[in-house]
Each structure stands twice: as C-alpha cells, then as structure tokens.
C-alpha cells in the first residue's frame, strides 16, 4: 500500500456523522409519511403526485445543471433512479398492498446491506472484514427482533417476491452508483432520479385510472412530508453518504430505519413498542457501530477500486 493511497483512505469525519445521522431520520421519515398519505389515497397515487410535485420544483432550480452532463451520465443516473426508487418503492409498496405485512417488508428489506456488501467486495474492491461482516449480521438479527411479531404475516408466498425484487433493485441501484459515480454530484442525480419516479409513478397511476387529485387537506399534508423529509432529505442523504461512504456504510446503516421508524409510529400514532423492540433498538445500534466505524490503523485495510488499474497508480504517484 503506498503512502498516497493511505492518505487517500476515507476516515470518519463530524460531517460523516452528521450525514449518517440523517440518512436515517430522514429515511424513516418516508414509512411514516407513507402511512399518513395511504389513509386518504392509494398508494401509486401518493407516489405519483409526490414525484410529480418535485420534478416541478426541481427542474426549473436544477434543470439548467442537467444540459452541462454528458448524455452518458444522465443515462448512467436514470438507471440508478430506476433501481433505487422506482423498482424498490414499486415492489415494496405493492407487496404491502396485497398483503405483505410492514414487518415483513421491513425484514426482506434488511437483507440489502448483506447483498450489497457481497457485491461491494467483488465490484467495488471494497473490503469487508470479519468486523463488518460481523455488524452486517448483527443488524439483520436485530431487525429480526424489531419484526418477529409480523414474520410470516400476509398473503400468498409469491407476494413476498415483490418486497424482495424491491430491496435487491435498491441494492443494484446502490452498487451501481458508487461503481459508476456519473459526474453531476447529488443536485443532478435526485433531480434525474426524480423525473424518471415521476414518469413512471404517474404513467403506471393513469393506466390504472388512479391518477386524480385527491381533496383531503390530510392528504396533500402527507405529500409535502414526502416531498421535505423523504425525497429531498431522505434520497439527498442517501447520496451524499453513498459518496462519501461507500455502499456498505450506506447500507449498514438502513439496519437503523425499521427501529427508527417503530419508534416515531409509536410517538405519532400511538403503536405500541414492546421488549423486543428495545432489545432490537440495542442490537442495531451496536451493529451500526460495528459497520460505520473504524479502529485507527483500520484504514491499511482499504484497497484501490477494481476500476483503477496499475498505470493510472503509477501517473498518480509521478503527480504527487
């Protein structure tokens, strides 16, 4: 390992922290936004007029960004848009719509960091050592704690096959944009990725007729919750931490969201939180630290990115 290479090594920072902190808040916010808005509409309406609602704030901030990025960019950003918001928010609100329990879900859901960190080692370079694997699977356990009450609820197995298409679209979507990294930062890939929702959320609500616009005051209070907390917070800190991160460290600390999110359905619409609840709280929490942390000499492990090869090393140490 050379001396730029070390230097070069990601190191947890307070901006890191901050970061992390919320991706969850912000990512939790979207189960609880999404329970308040399908009291009162279907669920693709809810998605269709919350996507539609912030292409047309973004696209006259942003849209002016989006011509100076190469056509190969954009292409490469609607492709992660289309694995990490429309096929994952596609599958697992579906699958809850036929019958999957919001347990479930969230426990087929909390395989992704597992996926992801598989992919990351062989795709990416990353390494995952027996001290993230170790959180990986300590988080799955605690999530399983969270839920267990609501395993194996719903409807025929084959629904069951919605939420999990839906979490490995998100872990494809994950890997590839940390493999890609198409130029533009966060502003240009949420603006692409929430065209492309808003095309294909209202397209699929038209054809099904369900495309109209709801009356309820409580209704258009749930879209703009959306549109703050979990499109431009939630999917801006997801980014943001997928770049400064990594896809595992994004991954490992989705394990947060289903606790969280129990946690703030308790204080909003009075769900009860029992024993198992805390115990998975604690378990996640410790798997957390396990994934996002590192000991101090921890950086020697990292290694270069499959995609860079020998000679572009060699150019990058006769610059330095």
Known sequence: MTESALRSAPRTSPADVAAAAALVVFWSSGFVGTQLGTRYAPADTLLAWRYLIAAAILLPLLGPRLFRVRRGALGRHAVVGLFSQVLYLGGVTTGIGLGVSAGTCALIAALQPLVVATAARRL???????????????????????????????????????????????????????????????????????VVAAAAFSGEAAVFGRLSVPGSAGYWWSVVWLLVLSTAGGYGAYLLVLRRGGATRVSGLLYLTPPTTTVWAWAMFGDSIGVRTVLGLAVCAVAVWLVVSRPRNDHVQQVIPCSTRPADLVKREKSS
Request: hydrophobic share 50%; net charge positive.
């Open 124 to 194: 990416l370079g990353e390494v995952v050592g027996g001290r993230t694997r170790l959180g990986l699977w300590l988080g799955l356990a605690g999530v399983a704690i969270v839920v267990s009450a609501d395993v194996g609820a719903g409807g025929s197995w084959w629904i069951h096959l919605l939420p999990a298409g839906g979490m490995l679209a998100l872990s494809a979507g994950t890997v590839l944009g940390q493999r890609w990294q198409p130029a533009g930062g966060v502003p240009v890939s949420l603006t692409v990725h929430v």
